[in-house]
């Protein structure tokens, strides 16, 4: 049995470190991938997503999506965390394929409908794409089988505001929309992330062992290590989208809780996502008003990484 899986990105380290894993997992069928503009703008991420199938000599469709967030300003990428081409400023050849002429929400629409209750959506940027795609066809909250995305904070804090974790930042209300809309769904944020390192010693075997690839997760795994040195005092990285697959493939490694999800769109707590426990009551109904969804609050972070390696070494 394999998982048939849209992965919708802004590549990114992390997304890159993802990619390779859903490129390797034998259980993962990866019908394409739709990039979005977050860690770099929308050319960089289409480029990355097809150089990085490439690299693995694989060919997966990819779809262009979001350039833009839905309301707000775009901020300026990350350079500072991902370099100038997303990848750690690691030398990068041109892929040889472009990407389909269809849209990504487009993408999204035809092949969930095309296999009604079989494709899980993997979402590790901004969510515009999925935001479009609802807006395209409403009815594809009953025919996805799950939708897992990597985003928002509940106890941890925030990593781009005092409160707000980057993803549902740079896009609030395409967040908003899609963590509301009703389809099985996962959120796995920092509270999950946060406790999973990736280290230097385990970054050289899955170098090792991943060839062409390889050479640009360890070229570009060693700039975001020097970010995440400075800004938690790590030796490594966390890697923030690989849990996402992590959950998804490994469920029994997270600690998750049931409730109502939402996210602040406006005003100093702009990007933070609110979450009311299914078993707790609170002294006024509206923060149960939205769907129930579940939160992944802590993991076994040695045992995800762990599982990582072995997925992009076996």
């Known amino acids: 049995m394999t998982t048939p899986l849209i992965f919708d990105t802004d590549p990114g380290v992390d997304d890159a470190q993802a990619i390779a894993i859903a490129l390797a997992h034998p259980e ?8 979005t503009y977050g860690n770099v703008d929308i050319e960089t991420a289409t480029t990355n997503a097809l150089l990085l199938a490439e690299l693995a000599d694989q060919r997966i469709p990819v779809a262009q999506g979001a350039a833009a967030p839905l309301v707000k300003l775009k901020h300026p990428a990350p350079a500072h965390i991902h370099g100038d081409n997303g990848l750690g400023n690691h030398p990068l050849p041109a892929p040889s ?17 095309a296999r009604p209750g079989e494709v899980t959506l993997v979402a590790v940027g901004p969510l ?8 395209l066809d409403p009815g594809i909250v009953d025919r996805v089988k799950q939708v897992v995305v990597m985003g928002g904070s509940i106890r941890e804090g925030g990593n781009v505001t005092p409160v707000a974790e980057a993803n549902i930042f740079n896009d609030p209300h395409a967040a908003a929309r ?3 809309a009703g389809w099985p769904l996962t959120l796995v944020g920092l509270d999950a992330t946060h406790r999973c390192v990736l280290g230097p010693a385990q970054m050289d075997k899955i170098a090792a062992a991943q060839g062409k690839l390889g050479e640009v997760l360890a070229g570009s795994y060693a700039f975001y290590r020097a970010f995440y040195r400075t800004a938690l005092d790590i030796d490594g990285c966390c890697p923030h989208d690989s849990c996402a697959l992590a959950w998804l493939m490994r469920p029994e490694l997270f600690t ?9 769109t406006e005003g100093d707590a702009e990007g933070q996502t609110l979450f009311a426990p299914q078993e707790r009551a609170f002294i006024d109904p509206r923060w149960a008003r939205t769907p129930l969804v579940d939160v992944c609050m802590s993991a ?3 045992a995800v990484v762990n599982w990582i390696v072995e997925t992009l070494t076996r």
């Open 28 to 35: 993962i069928e990866l019908l394409g991938m739709t990039t």
């Open 300 to 302: 076994e972070g040695e």
């Open 256 to 264: 998750t809780v049931r409730g109502h999800l939402n996210v602040v």
């Open 178 to 180: 899609v963590l509301t």
């Open 97 to 113: 394929h472009r990407a389909e002429t269809i849209s990504a929400p487009q993408f999204i629409v035809e092949q969930v409908n």
């Open 128 to 135: 515009g794409n999925l935001a479009a795609a609802l807006q």
